[in-house]
């Protein structure tokens, strides 16, 4: 079947089957590889982009339920010159990531929280990071990162204060 | 995953002659659970039928003494529906505690009720506010809906378009989150109506069941020191690695009356 949506501003056309699954027409599709699978079941959160600008596991959405859609991925973010994206840069500033692999759904998963709850208290942004798991970090870059966008009152580690 | 047929459907009526004409069709929702089964094979359906983007059943409105809340509204937006959060605050409040913040995104009250997990929040909720679940050909009271691990009463053509909340008194949902799933091992809604008082209970049991002991004592005195010797019997409850039917009877008893104490 074939599928027309959005992606990262571009228009895309393309054929799939009705089971392929939105992360699968993206990474080997688009090869847009930035896009993670880490746990295939809904979990782990590597695979978030935004659909119509809010945050879903692109692991557990039918490419076929993207059609007409916009779809952001972590390669849409940083301005087409390199700049990166405030919450990229943020993660840069405050070491929120080692390994790198849940990284671009934790970026994709922090826009979107600075989108809905600016102002966000360091609790909440823990409680919103619910659906990201991390395996190296034990989190603290990562919640100080998104909370320097969305709260940066609340940040503790001014390492360059 | 299995290949399968999709379809949209763009209004209830499609969705019905679909489910009518194919012969193992299966309707989606959010897909947060169908997905998942689908990868696991656990279904292969010959059919998906997609009434997600069905916009007459979207939406919460007030229609007397009721919050009435269409099949295909998001998690996210009955946890964020000031008409919800203005009448029956426990309701999204449960909401709230769905999944995690992309699930809440994609799954929809409709599909949570109709797959029927005995894990799952809104079964609970319906059960613990009487709510009634309104479908294609009738109207289900929750105490009839629930019937068995993942077994509702709705009828394979059957497709689920509306729930309609009566406005409690006041009313509470505790959950004791499973840590790694976020499924509740046991969720507690409490809500105090003029005519008495209901307890829903999910997690617990195969499905979600009222705690008719809580209720009698709670209906006399809304006090978590009411229930404080009101024991709920292990029998028929769920037992698997991580807890015992024991355990869960006694979490019970603990999240109803956290849950009275919330409601205040």
């Known amino acids: 079947m074939e599928v027309k949506l959005t992606v990262n501003g571009k228009p895309v056309t393309a ?30 959160g590597c695979c978030v982009i935004h659909l119509d600008g809010e945050a879903v596991k692109s692991c557990t959405i039918l490419a076929a339920q993207a059609s007409g859609r916009n779809v952001l991925t972590i390669e849409g973010l940083a301005k087409p010159d390199g700049t990166l994206h405030p919450m990229q840069e943020a993660f840069r500033e405050h ?65 360059h204060a | 995953m299995r290949n399968f047929d999709y379809h949209v459907a763009s209004d209830v009526k499609a969705a019905e002659a679909l489910l009518k004409a194919k012969e193992d069709g299966k309707l989606m929702a959010g897909g947060m659970t169908l997905l998942p089964t689908l990868k696991q094979r656990l279904a292969a359906p010959s059919d ?45 409040s449960l909401a709230s505690q769905i999944g995690d913040p992309a699930v809440r995104h994609r799954g929809t009250i409709g599909g949570s009720i109709a797959n029927a997990d005995p894990a799952a929040d809104y079964p609970g909720g319906c059960m613990g506010l009487g709510a009634t679940i309104v479908t294609t050909k009738r109207k289900i009271k929750a105490d009839d809906f629930f019937v068995g691990l ?88 769920l037992s698997d690695i991580h807890f015992s039917a024991e355990y869960r009877a006694h979490v019970t008893g603990v999240m109803a009356r956290r849950a009275v104490a919330a409601a205040g």
């Open chain 2, 48 to 92: 998906v039928i997609d009434i997600g983007s069905i916009s007459a059943l979207k939406g919460v409105k007030k229609d007397g003494n009721e919050i009435v809340i269409g099949a295909m509204t998001r998690h996210f937006d009955v946890a964020n529906s000031d008409v919800v959060k203005a009448n029956i605050p426990a309701l999204a």
């Open chain 1, 95 to 159: 070491h929120g990531l080692q390994c790198g692999f849940c990284t671009p759904g934790m970026v994709m998963m922090g826009v979107d929280i600075a989108r809905r709850l600016p102002g966000a208290d360091e609790k909440t942004v823990r409680q919103e990071l619910e659906g990201n798991i991390c395996r190296c970090t034990g989190y603290q870059g990562i919640v100080q990162a998104i909370l320097s966008v969305v709260n940066p009152a609340a940040v503790k580690d001014h390492h």
């Open chain 2, 150 to 237: 993942f077994e509702t009463s709705l009828e394979s053509d059957e497709i689920v378009t509306e729930v309609r909340f009566p406005i409690p008194q006041k009313a509470a949902y505790q959950k004791f989150r499973h840590p790694a799933s976020g499924y509740a091992v046991v969720g507690v809604m409490v809500a105090k109506f003029a005519d008495g008082v209901r307890v829903g209970v999910t997690g617990s049991g195969p499905n979600a069941f009222r705690a008719k002991d809580f209720e009698a004592a709670l209906s006399k005195d809304f006090s978590a020191r009411a229930i404080e010797n009101v024991n709920l019997s292990a029998d028929g409850l």
């Open chain 1, 15 to 44: 054929t799939v089957e009705p089971r392929t699954l939105l992360v699968e027409l993206l990474r080997d599709q688009l090869r847009l590889t930035g896009t993670h699978v880490g746990c295939d079941t809904t979990q782990c």
